[in-house]
């Protein structure tokens, strides 16, 4: 294996009973150090037994996915000489059945907003261009089952 990631996911079930079903699905998830709260989404555990304020699973691969494709997209961009100012994604995440009835994130969309310098900018042609090699060339894109969508919003300054 070329790469190697971690990840360390910390719960305890504290007082609760655990087997009527109503413990706090809060835990941690620690990546290089870095701690961050995570939970199951409100959508499928309600709250109190989810946090709204915690990155859930769903929101973790949408997530990935956009840094990925953004990631990507910079490194393109800087390479074909353009020079970007900055970089936004309002990407989205939409859960539906799959053939068995299981359900997975069918559809993530990606909104990139990508600002450029005058200096040097793409043409709308080339600007389309990088967003579909990034998504070509993105890790998680290339992992992930359901559909992405790209609708890059382009704009020089």
Excluded: Q
């Amino acid at each position: 294996m070329a790469h190697l990631y971690t990840a360390t996911i910390s719960w305890e079930r504290g007082a609760a009973v655990f087997t009527d079903g109503r413990y706090s699905r809060a835990h941690r998830l620690i990546f290089d150090g870095l701690e961050v709260p995570g939970s199951s989404a409100p959508a499928s555990v309600r709250v109190p037994l989810s946090r709204e304020d915690a990155l859930d699973p769903e929101e973790a691969v949408v997530g990935a996915l956009s840094s990925c494709h953004m990631l990507f997209f910079l490194d393109f961009a800087r390479r074909g000489g353009f020079t970007v100012d900055s970089y936004t994604d309002a990407a989205t995440g939409e859960m539906g059945p799959n053939a068995n009835g299981k359900l997975y994130l069918a559809r993530i969309t990606l909104n990139p907003a990508v600002a450029f310098s005058s200096a040097k900018a793409p043409t709308a042609e080339e600007y389309e261009a990088l967003h579909h090699r990034a998504h070509e060339e993105c890790y998680i894109a290339n992992s992930v089952r359901g559909e992405v969508v790209l609708l890059p919003t382009f704009s020089v300054a």
